[in-house]
């Protein structure tokens, strides 16, 4: 009974800050209050200060993972409604989606082993440039840690939205295409709403790259992990 | 509460889309995730017109513009990490992330950004 009660104030809560945050991030559009970063930051805060264990946590939390899974089969609607665009780029989309996943996978691969880590960290830090359900199921697979694999997906979010004019300048990307496809494949959601709010179309080339990347990072992941480690 | 009705009926169907999806994965042993699959299967569904966009729409929009509220549980769960973070490993593989991410988005944007220039051009 206890159980239940602690479950669905996990969940009141979660939705409630999240619900709060959302009109926040509209106001003040920076990267850290983006509500993913923000909420989470708020919860752990909360759960630090009245020393609540994470499993505690996810008495409720669990009811919020169970949607990852519809929430990836959705990512089939923007690429439905984007496909006429995305058919006429089709060769420079999905070729620098792909240049973009086989860096992302085997840079991360290459260094971790470099400086020694272990496996199971390896595993967790591959598939970080894809949306966080994608990645979570791909650390999932590969036999990695689900938690750290949504670690390193955050760090990729944030650090490649505060990144990225310096990134433009470096690699000369001028067009919604390069900084859409840019954004999209290193930084997934958090990218990709970076884009929106430059255009409408960076924001829709953005969400293309993101849903193709995660599908190409689902392939090629555990191949490139036979491979090279 | 019709409202509320149908979008539990299309979450629900996504759902059922995510299970064949995990069941294929299962079945042929593939290393893709069954999500990844669900997504997939959906989008042929859509673009063969088998299903409309219309019976799915309303609860699939709903969950794409809340796409972010999903996934914080599983990112509060770096509370467990953080010992491992704040260290001197904490810091390297904070470095490796952040440059692999930037390299990630230079070349992916340099590539797509290259070949839709030399289209373009071609065009002209």
């Known amino acids: 009974m206890t159980e239940i009660i602690f479950g669905i104030i996990a969940i009141i809560i979660t939705v409630g800050v999240y619900a709060a945050m959302v009109p926040i991030h509209k106001k003040i559009n920076t990267p850290f209050t983006q509500p993913i970063i923000a909420v989470s930051v708020i919860i752990i805060i909360l759960l630090l200060v009245f020393n609540i264990p994470y499993e505690t946590y996810q008495l409720g939390g669990a009811w919020i993972d169970f949607l990852m899974g519809p929430a990836v089969v959705a990512l089939a609607l923007p690429l439905y409604n984007h496909f006429e665009r995305l058919k006429k780029l089709a060769v420079p989309i999905l070729s620098g989606v792909t240049a973009g996943s086989f860096i992302g996978v085997s840079t991360g691969l290459l260094f971790t082993k470099l400086f020694g880590f272990e496996r199971e960290l390896i595993l967790s830090i591959v598939p970080k440039s894809v949306t966080t359900p994608v990645a979570v199921s791909i650390a999932e697979s590969l036999e990695g840690s689900m938690s750290l694999a949504a670690v390193f997906v955050v760090i990729a979010g944030v650090s490649g939205v505060l990144m990225s004019p310096l990134i433009f300048k470096l690699f000369k990307l001028s067009s919604p295409i390069g900084r859409g496809i840019g954004l999209g494949s290193a930084s997934h959601a958090m990218g990709t709403a970076n884009s929106m709010g430059r255009s409408e179309l960076e924001g829709s080339i953005s969400t293309i790259a993101m849903v193709i990347s995660a599908v190409i990072v689902s392939v090629i992941a555990p191949i490139l992990v036979i491979i090279m480690l | 509460m019709v409202r509320l009705f149908r979008i539990i009926t299309h979450i629900f169907f996504l759902y059922v889309l995510l299970l064949v999806g995990n069941f294929l994965q299962e079945a042929f042993q593939?290393?893709?995730?069954?999500?990844?699959?669900?997504?997939?299967?959906?989008?042929?569904?859509?673009?063969?017109?088998?299903?409309?966009?219309?019976?799915?729409?309303?609860?699939?929009?709903?969950?794409?513009?809340?796409?972010?509220?999903?996934?914080?549980?599983?990112?509060?769960?770096?509370?467990?990490?953080?010992?491992?973070?704040?260290?001197?490993?904490?810091?390297?593989?904070?470095?490796?992330?952040?440059?692999?991410?930037?390299?990630?988005?230079?070349?992916?944007?340099?590539?797509?950004?290259?070949?839709?220039?030399?289209?373009?051009?071609?065009?002209?």
């Not at chain 2, 997504?39 to 972010?68: D, N, P, Q």
Request: proline content about 2%; cysteine-free.
């Open chain 2, 30 to 124: 593939l290393f893709i995730p069954g999500s990844v699959i669900g997504m997939l299967l959906l989008f042929a569904l859509l673009k063969l017109g088998i299903v409309k966009l219309r019976w799915i729409e309303e609860g699939t929009s709903l969950l794409l513009k809340h796409l972010t509220l999903f996934f914080i549980p599983v990112t509060v769960g770096f509370i467990e990490y953080f010992d491992a973070v704040f260290s001197v490993r904490g810091v390297l593989l904070l470095s490796i992330t952040i440059i692999s991410t930037a390299l990630v988005m230079g070349g992916s944007g340099a590539v797509s950004e290259y070949l839709a220039r030399r289209k373009e051009v071609q065009h002209d």
